[in-house]
């Protein structure tokens, strides 16, 4: 039997968060009770799984303040972000060709590799940089913006360093153009209180594994008036944006996900805020060069990402084998240049190789704080 000190302590809650016990049996519960379609409109079991799905529905929607009407469920905030881009562009190519799209420097790639495949069939990209906080400047969107903007696209929360962007602020520039604004909420929703939909960004992405749900679902929130076409077709299913059956287990285990984290946000951020506190400062102690990358305040709750100077990143995660951390994104894991999102913010190509990013979650205890920052200490001085 492992001892207190063998035990591995996951810090990597930006990558995907561990399935919530309550979430996991609502969806045994589903599986086993049996067949039924939610598309099926003709039978019992078809009517109890379509109520099932719209009262997963109704979850995610009180989730992030609108009417179940705006939820589309998708496969997850990748698929929500490319139904967005490349629908949008279908519908205005249709109409008035290619226009002009906004975005930032430190957007996920699930948003910078559609845009760039837009930027080729010739549509303007233009890329908002951000400060060495890892802010996105309300005033620079709305320098950018022109008679032919048809978008723009600024995320929530960084998936790399947790700095909170101002989307409150953007969401009134964009209403004020008239100009649709998706923002992907993949990290942030579930973890801090988001903008009222009907003030905030007309479209949103949501991943269920992001705040305790199951993997393989997401959901795209569009306003109504938004016009997309679809980029699937097969089944006329989810507004006819987005073919194929929905997986019912999956969705009931993402509704009540969604109704856990909105129930236990603001207790849980209060938790994880200390924790992580606790952790920068001890970090800081063992080793006073330490540096914080980002901005301390505006950022998600448990989101860390620090750099030790003179230690590389990759050694220093060897010589913490107990302790489940990440150099930065999970989605660019398998490719070898530096993080384009540390890059924005003004770091060099060897201090983002000495950066690391640590998430806390709901799992994470003081116990494993202090098991953390004793494993720091001794692999920092055997690498000093």
Known sequence: MASPREKEIYLDHNATT???????????????????????????????????????????????????????????????????????AASCEASSGPGHIVSSSIEHPSVREPLAALAKRGWRVEEIPVGPEGFVAPNDVAAALCADTRLVTVMAANNETGTLQPVSEIAAICRGADVPYLSDCAQAAGKITLSPFEKGPTMISLSAHKFYGPMGIGALVLSPEIALQPVTFGGGQERGLRPGTIPLPLAVGFGLAAEIAAAERVEEAQRLAGLAMRLRDGLQEIYPEMVLNGDWHARLPGTLNVRFPSIEAEELLLALPNLQLSTGSAC??????????????????????????????RTTTEEDIETALRDFATALEKLR
């Not at 490719?335 to 806390?360: D, K, M």
Request: net charge neutral; charged share 20%; aromatic share 4%.
């Open 18 to 88: 561990p399935l919530d016990p309550r979430v996991a049996q609502a969806m045994a519960e589903c599986w086993a009770a049996g067949a039924g379609n939610p598309h099926s409109k003709t039978h019992k079991a078809g009517w109890r799984a379509a109520e099932q799905l719209e009262q997963a529905r109704r979850q995610v929607a009180a989730l992030v303040g609108c009417g179940p009407e705006c939820i589309i469920f998708t496969s997850g905030a990748t698929e929500a972000n490319n139904l967005v881009i490349l629908g949008l």
């Open 332 to 361: 660019g894991s398998g490719r070898t240049e530096p993080s384009y999102v540390l890059r924005s913010l003004g770091l060099l190509a060897e201090e983002i190789a000495q950066s690391i990013r640590i998430g806390l979650g």
